[in-house]
RNA sequence: GGAGAGGUGGCUGAGUGGUCGAAAGCGGCAUCCUGCUAAGAUGUUGAACCCUCAUAAGGGGUUCCGAGGGUUCGAAUCCCUCCCUCUCCGCCA
């Protein structure tokens, strides 16, 4: 949610954020600032009617105390007179900050300046490339055929205990994912984080506070009898940490890293798009979030983008990093980076990784902030990239360090992990 | 899941219908004092929103005593629903 400030003193600049990030209409921010101006005026007109009535109330305290009952009397007729005019202003009040709402919530922050602006992924632009993504070697095997031949993915099986969406890994596979997670997270502790063990299910005002509800509802899975929300990423649990909270200037930059289940109910989501583990329901992923003071976010993106880079350097699997445009990077990022591993028995890239700034938009949904120094209170910036998401990794190594005999090495840096040079 | 108790400001904790945004203590901050590892004195100290205003300082107003409803001219105080915490029982890794 932006600062309603920012758009009663810049609308020009609001609508021109909302064409670059793909909208076609920007009459909404008119629409808001009408309403807004009624709010305004709503809110004064109450507050003065109230204010009326709260001084007579008092009054007739004191003139029964006093034992004047006729004086008394007379004031009781007027406020209780007041009272139904004020609550018709509430009512009216409280329509109108519904409308403001709900506009507030369908404008999309502001894309930064070094954002370029694009409105296809083909305008997106590719910030680095690292490794050389094997081509020409048509033996290699998409990671879903060596994988179940192996007996090391059970797809059949998952769709028999849960259903699509839902593989069980078997032995070297699971502990392969074991070794990612614990790999990843000791990184993220050697690179400063504190780790979080979060609840896998969060609550209402969690799931609108990261902003799944109301617009990516459907993307979760519901437990309705609990009223709890299966989280889609740890950003959830995570960043709603500190929610409703005011932290002090000397705790910033906050850290924290968390592995979890992530459950999406990916639901349109078909073909090849989501063979194999290209797309699941249920996976696993390391989450990286950062709460910073407002003026070193940039800066924070970059430290971000680095430290999720650095895993795949050390699984020395070939990747880029592309500089998402302003049409592809979504509502609440203001600048954005994708990391894609190199699929090379898919020949193609996968993401694993997305790291966004999203300035104050989070944290003034979540009411996220921090006193400074001279003692004013400011809402925090708030960062979260993936570092990283595993399916997508175990793929890219399936068919990385997969060799022409359908053997299938570890990576050197998993390797104390997982007690092996080679999966068996 | 059953029975009981309770949820007040950064913390402890008073307050059971009117002058209570809330006593007191602790903590924090500021100043002063003291030459000794910290003590004392004084003052100050919650948040959101609206208006005023030079996007200053300051001022005015409204709301917030777990959340949401209700009763009342008036609610931290009374009633209802929900959430949470504690104690006991039950169940259980």
């Keep these: ?17 909302m064409l670059h990030k793909g909208e076609k209409e920007t009459s909404i921010v008119d629409e808001l600032l009408v309403l807004d101006k009624q709010w305004r005026e709503a809110v004064a007109a109450t507050d003065r009617l109230r204010s009326e009535s709260n001084q007579k109330a008092k009054e007739i305290g004191t003139l029964m105390s006093q034992g004047k ?16 005019k004020i609550k018709d202003l509430e009512e009216q009040l409280q329509m109108l900050t519904a409308k403001r709402d709900l506009l507030l919530y369908r404008i999309p922050n502001l894309p930064d300046d070094s954002v370029p602006v694009g409105h296809s992924p083909e305008e997106n632009l590719i910030h680095s490339t690292w490794g050389e993504p094997i081509s020409n070697q048509e033996w290699r095997r998409p990671h879903w055929e060596l994988a179940e031949e192996k007996g090391w993915l059970d797809f059949k099986r998952g769709v028999k205990v849960t259903g699509a969406g839902f593989p069980f890994y078997v032995g070297p596979l699971a502990r392969l994912q074991r070794a990612l997670i614990q790999f990843f997270l000791d990184e993220a502790n050697d690179a400063g984080y504190t780790e979080l063990q979060t609840p896998f299910f969060v609550n209402e005002d969690s ?13 979760m899975y519901v437990v309705p009898r609990d009223e709890f929300f299966a989280i889609p990423t740890a950003e959830v649990p995570v960043t709603n940490f500190h929610r409703d909270e005011i932290l002090k200037e000397t705790d910033l930059p906050v850290k924290y890293v968390a592995y979890t289940p992530c459950w999406r109910r990916e639901a349109g989501s078909y ?32 430290s971000l983008r680095s430290d999720a880079e650095q895993l795949l350097r050390k699984l020395e699997l070939p990747y880029r990093t592309l500089l998402m445009c302003t049409g592809d990077m979504g509502f609440t990022q203001t600048k954005k980076y994708d990391l894609e591993v190199w699929s090379p028995g898919q020949k193609r890239w996968l993401e694993v990784s997305s790291c966004s700034n999203f300035e104050s938009f989070q944290a003034r949904r979540m009411q996220l902030r921090f006193k400074n120094i001279e003692g004013q209170i400011e809402m925090l910036h708030t960062l979260n990239g993936s570092g990283l998401a595993l399916p997508r990794i175990v793929a890219s190594i399936l068919e990385t360090y997969q060799e022409p005999s359908g053997k299938v090495l570890v990576p050197t840096v998993l390797q104390p992990y997982m007690r092996a040079k080679e999966l068996s």
Excluded: W
């Design 69 to 84: 009952k006729a004086e008394a009397d007379e004031l009781i007729k007027f406020t209780g007179e007041s009272k139904e």
């Design 207 to 219: 799931a609108r506070g990261t902003g799944q509800i109301p617009d990516k509802e459907d993307m």
């Design 1 to 17: 949610m932006l600062d309603i400030q920012t758009i009663r003193e810049q609308p020009d600049r609001v609508k021109q954020a």
């Design 271 to 302: 073909g090849k798009e989501v063979r194999g583990l290209n797309r699941l329901h249920q996976f696993d992923k390391v989450e990286l979030v950062h709460i910073v003071h407002p003026s070193t976010s940039y800066d924070a993106l970059e």
